[in-house]
């Protein structure tokens, strides 16, 4: 089975570009959730979407970041312009969650991408 | 908003040595827990997870953790760790089930000596 596929799985940029990273779930799941990885915050939720539709993007640390999720396959997240502090690894996972209150389904990650911002 | 702290950032250990990793939340409602590993190179991966039932759950590669409701704590357990186990360890807890957003702890990195 394939799992979540993120790409690209590096990206250096320079401040001021725009960042595009992408992720595919694993087919049949309906939740998406991205998350970002820094030495000082630890893992933290960005913003998650059930059936394509954003659910909470408070995570989203300002207006510079955007996510969208156009089909049940497809997400992405753009940062615009970049930083040096956005520097991270940016991980996006999905899950099941045939029923959001009441699911047990587990959240499967992918193995992320690594952003650095000169 | 629910919080959740590690106590111990980074542990090391002999093989064969017992493990017991703690985990603390905040959140006085209903929240189901997580314990997931990064290994070195790798992505996240679930060990076990607590929804209700039987406080004491078993996971993967012989580790179990106990919910303990009194103490806001889901401590993790292993009798007897290995080489392999080298990893860095999450804690992780959501209220809404599967289709809700994690709220990690900063992460405890376990180093196991042979």
């Known amino acids: 089975d394939a799992g979540v596929i993120q790409s690209p799985r590096h990206e250096v940029t320079e401040m001021g570009q725009e960042v595009t990273l992408r992720c595919k779930p694993i087919?049949?799941?309906?939740?998406l959730f991205w998350y970002r990885q820094t030495m000082m915050r630890g893992l933290e939720l960005l913003i998650y979407f059930n059936n394509n539709v954003p659910i909470d993007d408070s995570g989203m640390p300002e207006d510079r970041f955007s996510a969208k999720m156009p089909n049940a396959s497809f997400s992405t997240l753009k940062i615009q312009p970049s930083e040096p502090r956005d520097s991270a690894v940016y991980f996006c996972a999905s899950s099941l969650a045939a029923h959001p209150r009441t699911s047990t389904d587990t959240q499967y990650f992918g193995p992320g991408t690594r952003l650095t911002v000169l | 908003a629910q919080s959740v702290s590690q106590h111990n950032h980074h542990v090391i250990l002999s093989e064969a040595a017992s493990l017991e990793l703690g985990c603390n939340y905040s959140?006085?409602?209903?929240?189901?827990l997580f314990w997931y590993v990064q290994y070195p190179g790798q992505h996240l991966q679930l060990l076990l997870k607590y929804f209700s039932g039987d406080p004491l759950v078993k996971g993967i590669k012989g580790f179990e953790a106990e919910f303990i409701k009194s103490k806001f704590s889901f401590n993790l357990r292993k009798p007897s760790v290995q080489w392999s186990d080298t990893a860095e360890y999450f804690c992780a807890v959501n209220q809404g089930g599967g289709a809700d957003g994690l709220t990690f702890g900063k992460g405890t990195h376990l180093i196991i000596q042979p």
């Open positions: 087919s049949g799941h309906n939740s």
């Open positions: 959140y006085g409602g209903t929240v189901n």
